[in-house]
DNA sequence: CGTGTTTGACCCGCGC
DNA sequence: GCGCGGGTCAAACACG
């Protein structure tokens, strides 16, 4: 409330429980958070070079920038949430268990590796769940986000 | 024209 | 080693 930005964009944040708002695959959510936590815990280095010659794995920058990764649900129709920064669609596909496919959205700046994945819930269509990855380091727009912040806030409290 | 989406191919880790 | 599941690339396309 205090800031313009979204708190689960916060470096600083701790790891935040997805919401147990789901009454059903109670299992896999607990397992989900734990994969979540463990990701979070961990560093997850990118190193997708494989494309040009990957004769090598280069692992020239290790450095400790760990990627966390926060994840919560939502209840909307869209799954489309504008928080306020720009983001385009770099891939889609169809996860197991769902019927529904997952969407991989990437932060357009230069130097702003944020990712963020969307997925629909197959038994709840309402339910949204969205992951981010990284953290920003621009600032955002300010057009919508606060609306979205208060939308987000209410929906994510129990 | 520039920017974002679509979509199949590709890559990679993992289990068998 | 091979198939599968999941993540990403990038060319083609759509839209203002």
Redesign the pocket.
Known sequence: MENHSLPFLHPSLPNHEIQTNSHGDEGKRKKLEAEYQCLGAKNIS?D????VK?TG?KLEEHNESRKQKFAFQTRSRVDILDDGY????????????STFP?????C?HKGCNV?K?IQRNSKDEEVVVTTYEGTHTHPAEEFAAHQNFEIILRQMQP
Do not use: L, P
């Open positions: 990118e997708r070079d494989g494309k990957s794995k720009r983001w385009r669609k770099y891939g889609q596909k169809t996860v197991k268990d997952r969407s991989y959205y990437r357009t990712k994945q």
